[in-house]
Structure formats: C-alpha cells, structure tokens
C-alpha cells in the first residue's frame, strides 16, 4: 500500500534536500505557467534559488498553507501579501552569519591584495620573475572598515575585523548599543562612515530605504583608496554609479557577491574591469552552512503544514 504525499513545490531543489525531506513528500517542479497543472495542489512552497512569489502567484495556489525559504532575505517574497492572506513565511536566520562573515572578509582581502589579478598573472606567461614593485595592494590590517548593516551578520564581520586590528565604524538606522559595548565598534552617520572607511562593507536587508542606498553621491564621499563589498543585495548598490567610480579609479576596487540584475548580462562593463571581483552569490554557499539551511527549511515546512508556529518565521 502507498501512503499520500504531501504536494510541495519547489524551484530546483539538490538531492540533499528531497533526501532531507523523505518520501512523504511529492516534490513538483516549479510552474507558474497559465495552465500549469501544479498549483492548484500544492501546500507548501520551497523557495530554493529566490524565485518571486508575490501575491498573484498566492492567490493561483489555493490550498497554500506555508513558504519556506531557503535562506534568510526574503525580498523575492511580498511578505505583507503573505500576511494578508495568513500564510506563514519561513526563513533561516543565524546559520549563515559567520559564513557570510567568511566569505565578506575573503572578498575584503581579494581584492585588497589583488589575489585574483594575481593568480591570473602567476599563471600568465608574464610572469617571469619575482618584481616586488608588482601587484602592491592595501593592508586590511589596521584599517578602517565602515559597515552598513551591523546586524546579525555585520557583527560577525566586526568580529572579524578585529582580528584584523581594524578600527571598525558602523552605520544602523537606530544605534546597537550592545554591539558597541561588547565589540568597541563606533556608530557613524552614513556619509561619515563613507569619509572614513578604508573598506564599507554592505551587510544589510534589501529594503526601499536601502535600495540604491549607494550611488554617485556616495561613491563620491569615498576615499579614491576605498573598496567597496556587496554581500548584501545587488540592488543596494547602483550599478551604473559603480561602474563610473571603479571605471575612473574614483574608488580602488569592489568586491561583489550579489549584483542587479544578477547575473549581470555577459556583456555587462563591471565584468570588463580587473579592479572589481565578482563571486556568484557565495555568501553562505559553505558545506555546513547550506546542510542547516535546509535543515530548518524543511522544519519550517514541516510546521507549517501542521498549522503549528514556524520555528523561524519572518
Ligand atoms: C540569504 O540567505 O539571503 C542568501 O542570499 C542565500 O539565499
């Protein structure tokens, strides 16, 4: 005899989580076609690689009971038309903090130190003996670094940082007095924090107030050494600013991990600079980190099926 499956549809999901999920569930690939023959069963929802859910796509699944997203920023999801329709959304916040708190400081110290000109270079046929008046970057140790976003990531990145004997500012819309005293980091207006950072590191939630939070006007109070780092959202940062302050050394360098649209079109001038390093969205892309991210997804899913309280809940 074979038990009913739980329908549930998800964009693309790797074999460790169907795995993690079991054979309790039938796992329909994403179709949000006219006549797509799947919404009108689902339950549940994995959001996997940020595909839109918006309230339209709610309102074509009627039997929808939760959204479970599969990692912590949800601006691929119209929250509010969520609540409205009082279906839960789930996250997975606290499990990729210091991941992405590696892999800001990887990008930090690559472009600071020119690794990827580099090993393109110590691959090259250019290379033929060691110049020490080649490849000079700038020391991250001891620097200023300015974070936007000191949040439960950002605070991770101060931590950081620290290790690195940076002196480390920080720009909140509200002050994290806590933070201050346990970390010695200083809270700065944003055009203060943008005078003095030696690196602004973006750290924070894609929102209206910080969408195109970084544009000429910004890149312009930086200091021409600066380095910019997105491991926030692509659409934090005008791109066609950016690519002005980069393309006229107005600013040193920037690394980015996220980019609008992403990925940008192969054509796209950012990709055409050597002082920019651009990773494909690897923020919390570690091995134990994606394994608890799919782990509380599921969990999240599992709860929301039930009508119980998500245990992460946006
Ligand atoms: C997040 O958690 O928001 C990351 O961008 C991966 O989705």
């Not at 912590?72 to 916040?93: E, F, L, Q, Y």
């Not at 003996?129 to 970057?137: A, C, F, L, T």
Request: aromatic share 4%; hydrophobic share 40%; charged share 20%.
């Amino acid at each position: 005899m074979t038990l009913p499956t739980t329908p549930i549809m998800g964009d693309g999901l790797p074999p460790a989580l169907r795995e993690m999920l079991g054979p309790a569930f039938e796992i329909l690939e994403w179709d949000e076609s006219p006549d797509s023959p799947v919404l009108a069963r689902v339950v549940g929802i994995i959001t996997y690689g940020h595909p839109r859910v918006d309230g339209a796509l709610m309102d074509r699944v009627p039997h929808l009971k939760v959204i479970s997203n599969h990692g912590v920023g949800v601006d691929h999801i119209d929250v509010p038309a969520a609540k409205a329709r009082g279906i839960p959304v789930g996250n997975t916040p606290g499990c990729l903090d210091a991941s992405t708190a590696d892999m800001t400081m990887a990008l930090m110290l690559a472009t600071a130190r020119n690794v990827v000109v580099g090993d393109r270079f110590a691959r090259s046929a250019e290379f033929t003996h060691y110049d020490p008046s080649q490849w000079i970057g700038h020391e991250v140790s001891g620097s200023t670094l300015g974070i936007i976003g000191l949040g439960r990531i950002g605070r991770q990145v101060a931590r950081r940082a620290l290790a690195f004997d940076m002196k480390v500012l920080y720009h909140n819309r509200r002050r994290d007095e806590e933070a201050e005293r346990e970390l010695g980091v200083i809270h700065v207006p944003l055009d203060e924090l943008l005078r003095q950072s030696d690196f602004v590191s973006l750290n924070c939630p894609l929102t209206p107030e910080t969408t195109n939070l970084i544009g000429s006007r910004e890149l312009a109070l930086m200091k021409p050494t600066a380095i910019l780092l997105n491991l926030a959202r692509g659409p934090v940062v005008d791109h066609d600013a950016l690519f002005a302050a980069l393309d006229s050394r107005r600013i040193a360098a920037a690394g980015l991990d996220v980019t609008s649209p992403e990925p940008l079109p192969r054509d796209h001038p950012l990709l055409g600079l050597a002082n920019v390093v651009i990773t494909p969205h690897l923020g919390s892309a570690s091995d134990r980190t994606r394994h608890r991210m799919m782990q509380m997804t599921v969990e999240n899913l599992r709860a929301g099926l039930k009508g119980d309280p998500l245990p992460w809940a946006v």
